[in-house]
């Protein structure tokens, strides 16, 4: 599952020392095919993904990262009782609502 192999790679990209090891690279491979075919809405996956790029650092990873987090952006309320906010509507809206997407978009554009 793609929100898991970026959660994975980021766990593994935090401990890292020297170069990526084959199993990495194909890791970084999947992390970033998937990174660039974002065609449904999920925060936790958005998350993770925006992180392990991050912690990888190379060009095309620090490329998709601003592509998600633009992403993010553009669903962000600009007017209304909601402005600032973000709709819950990802399949883990429903357990934490307005205050969880909210959330994991601003940790996911930090």
Partial sequence: ???????????LLSGR??????????ILQ?????????????YYRHYFMAQALHAEG????LR???NIQQKILALQNQTGEHR???????PWSSAG?????????????R
């Fill in 1 to 11: 599952h793609e929100t898991l192999t970026a959660a994975g790679a980021l766990c």
């Fill in 58 to 61: 190379s060009r095309q990873a």
């Fill in 84 to 90: 600032g906010s973000c709709e819950p509507l990802d």
């Fill in 30 to 42: 999947t992390l970033h095919q998937a990174a660039g075919d974002q065609k449904t809405l999920d």
């Fill in 17 to 26: 020392q020297g170069p990526p090891s084959d199993r990495m690279a194909a």
């Fill in 97 to 109: 609502g307005r205050v969880y997407t909210t959330a994991m978009a601003v940790l996911t554009v």
């Fill in 64 to 66: 998709l990262r601003a």
